[in-house]
């Protein structure tokens, strides 16, 4: 297949991928020809001829008549049908059917395309095609074919797509066969109303060129993004069109120059290779332009080496950045670590006297193979099973983990709005990381991913219960980035009632976990009670601040903090569930008894007690800068934690009013502190030093988020 395409909106020349990929055929006239007379009983016929010769050039021996067989049911089922355009319809079955076979699908990939709209648009049903070609065709024209919008109204696309997703769990060539759907319809979508283009061309960005990025199909990637390029950003595309063709028209080809080069350096060093010049496809260049300003003659396109073996990639490398300028920047190594999407390759760059910089792309034909095609290119990579596959999910050992967290959070997701809205924000999270468990085991997350991500997919929801975790064996909170390499060991707690904290959701980077931490919120609302309860709570901790009744001035607290409240006579309490101190931002309300709380603005209570209704009061801090505050510190148990932890506190002139060290749990001790400074802005500095106490791996001021 060839990413050379001629925009229906936007007609002129695209570059394309290297010259090993033919040139698209003109699949108008090979429709109209396969509907004008029948071709002779002992060959194929001419249309369905151009799908097996593509085919034979990638498996010499496949059996065809699967594939003769397939296009006599769909020309026949098809026939009298046309599309949008005018042209027969099978012509859309055809064509997709070509661009897998160029790319090497295998011969069940290519008769589940001959049929894949025969379900959706014809009378053929399912059955019939289970009992003429199998189970395994059967299965994937199920997975492709869409719902019903008169069943499904407007969730028919989202639901179409959590559908094609779970078939495509059990079964990838499902999948692949949607994305060459999709860019044939994205090749004749100037038929279409522009409103109607620019919905399905979106679709297809935030959806469609992810799941071709992630499968690694990059012929079908590349096109489909010039294509949506062309239809959603018409004039940057026609400025960058201008540019391609001028740089094509100019005398003379400094890429050209380094190619040769680069093969005479190689041809010294006894290395066979191949060195052909990859033009960059139109968004490339434009990403290129946006980021370099002016481009220059060796910016529109790369060099792609292709060896025999892999040895030979970094022989290639060493020969390149021997004899040459290397831009060491550049380099980067996709073969000892490959991408999460089969992609293998070596990456570098190399620089001219006169400035010009070639980037290098250095592999063998075989990854050169998988780069292009993907998934496609691994043929069926599913083991024949025992006994004849059963019409339902079957379990893919080769499935990759993205698909395989991607599968677990739809099964979770309310509804097709947030189904839709989720999968579009999960697929815009490009790369992956790996990270280990202690065990050995791995976990596959996305870029960006915290160890609240690590608990959701190590343990489901069974991560309610986790207290912290150790990242490459140092303690560490749960809003923890991790990188790609890490090693995650997770502390989980044993207590059976255990809740997500929802601070936990500013943290969660994975669908998987955001959905499961959303779904116990949504299931333990606050009550009214939680309301009384707080009010109990904060009535408790009178030791701490006691009650002092004012007139129409400030309110003296315990520690020298002072209160200035709007309310004449009204009795102040510092709330005990945040333990406001100077110069926090704080508010006031109204309670039973003309006692007037005081919180922190940040305080859960504080939108609790807005929604309910309560009375806000005007508060403010006095001149005094001295405070009493309630700290916590978690830790884990070793000897003299406790003399180590006080002593620091002392050292920062804190003193200890009153404090509380809880049993351990799972190694894990809670201590609280109530403690006067002489000056508010000491607190940052206390808190600090205990931070830096060993064992201590978070403190922080009391607060009460629930009941």
């Known amino acids: 297949m060839s990413a050379e395409a001629t925009n229906p909106v936007t007609p002129g020349p695209v570059t394309g991928p290297a010259a090993r990929w033919r040139a698209r055929i003109d699949l108008r006239r090979l429709g109209r020809a396969a509907l004008l007379g029948p071709a002779a009983r002992d060959r194929l016929p001419d249309a369905i001829g151009h799908v097996a010769e593509a085919h034979r050039a990638h498996h010499p021996d496949a059996d065809l008549e699967p594939l003769r067989r397939a296009w006599v049911l769909a020309e026949s089922s098809h026939r009298g049908q046309m599309r949008k355009s005018g042209e027969p319809y099978i012509t859309h079955p055809l064509a997709v059917t070509l661009i897998l076979a160029e790319l090497g699908a295998e011969t069940t990939t290519l008769t589940a395309s001959l049929l894949h709209d025969t379900v959706e648009d014809t009378d053929v049903t399912l059955d019939q095609v289970g009992e003429e070609f199998g189970a395994e065709v059967r299965y994937i024209v199920d997975g492709v074919t869409k719902l019903e919008k008169v069943d499904y109204g407007a969730a028919a696309e989202p639901e179409t797509f959590r559908k094609m997703l779970k078939a495509t769990g059990s079964d990838v060539r499902v999948m692949s066969i949607k994305l060459a759907d999709r860019l044939h319809n994205m090749r004749t979508l100037g038929v279409m109303r522009p409103e109607k283009q620019a919905r399905i061309a979106k679709v297809t960005r935030d959806v469609l060129i992810p799941l071709a990025e992630r499968l690694g199909v990059q012929a079908l990637k590349t096109e489909l993004e010039d294509l949506v390029f062309a239809i959603l950003h018409p004039e940057e595309y026609e400025h960058t069109r201008e540019l391609i063709v001028d740089n094509a028209s100019r005398a003379d080809d400094p890429l050209a120059e380094i190619a040769d080069e680069v093969r005479g350096v190689l041809r010294d060093a006894d290395i066979p290779a191949e060195v052909v010049i990859r033009p960059r496809h139109f968004v490339s260049v434009h990403r290129v332009a946006r980021k370099r300003g002016q481009l220059r003659g060796a910016d529109f396109g790369r060099l792609l080496v292709l060896v025999n073996e892999d040895a030979d990639c970094y022989g290639v490398l060493g020969e390149l950045h021997t004899c040459l300028t290397p831009v060491v920047s550049e380099f980067k190594d996709f073969i000892a670590v490959p991408k999460f999407n089969l992609y293998q390759s070596l990456h570098t760059a190399v620089a001219r006297p006169d400035g010009q910089v070639a980037e290098v792309l250095i592999r063998t034909h075989q990854m050169h193979k998988v780069a292009e095609a993907g998934v496609i290119a691994l043929g069926n990579p599913y083991a024949p099973p025992s006994e004849e596959p059963v019409d339902g999910e079957r379990e893919d050992p080769t499935r990759p983990g993205w698909l395989s967290r991607l599968l677990d959070w739809q099964e979770a997701a309310p509804d097709p709005d947030t189904f839709w809205s989720t999968l579009r924000e999960d697929l815009a999270q490009d790369r992956e990381i790996t990270v280990f468990r202690p065990d050995g085991g791995t976990l596959g997350l996305p870029d960006g991913a915290t160890c609240v991500d690590a608990a959701y997919a190590q343990y489901g929801e069974d991560a309610h219960a986790c207290i912290g975790a150790r990242v490459n064996g140092r303690l560490a909170t749960l809003s923890t980035v991790l990188r790609d390499g890490d090693t995650v060991q997770l502390l989980m707690g044993q207590d059976p009632a255990s809740e997500p904290s929802r601070e936990w959701l500013e943290h969660a980077h994975t669908p998987a976990a955001r959905?499961?931490?959303?779904?116990?919120?949504?299931?333990?609302?606050?009550?009214?009670?939680?309301?009384?309860?707080?009010?109990?709570?904060?009535r408790e901790v009178a030791p701490r601040a006691a009650e002092a009744p004012v007139a129409d001035g400030p309110a003296l607290r315990p520690g020298g903090a002072e209160v200035l409240v709007d309310q004449p006579g009204a009795t102040v309490r510092l709330a005990g569930c945040c333990t406001p101190v100077p110069p926090d931002d704080i508010t006031g309300f109204a309670v039973r008894g003309g006692v007037v709380t005081v919180h922190r603005i940040e305080?859960?209570?504080?939108?609790?007690?807005?929604?309910?209704?309560?009375?806000?009061?005007?508060?403010?801090?006095?001149?005094?800068?001295?405070?009493?505050?309630?700290?916590?510190?978690?830790?884990?148990?070793r000897p003299h934690l406790l003399a180590d932890l006080t002593e620091a506190m002392a050292l920062e002139g804190a003193e200890i009013v009153s404090a509380t060290v809880e049993p351990p749990s799972q190694q894990r001790v809670r201590h609280s502190y109530t403690?006067?400074?002489?000056?508010?802005?000491?607190l940052p500095a206390l808190m600090r030093a205990m931070r830096n106490v060993p064992g201590v791996y978070d403190v922080g001021r009391a607060q009460t988020t629930s009941a």
């Open 603 to 637: 305080c859960a209570a504080v939108a609790r007690m807005t929604q309910a209704g309560r009375t806000e009061v005007g508060v403010g801090w006095g001149e005094t800068a001295g405070c009493r505050v309630t700290l916590f510190a978690e830790s884990f148990g």
């Open 515 to 538: 959905i499961a931490i959303q779904r116990w919120i949504a299931t333990h609302p606050s009550h009214e009670e939680s309301l009384e309860a707080d009010e109990t709570a904060e």
């Open 675 to 682: 403690v006067e400074l002489p000056d508010a802005a000491l």
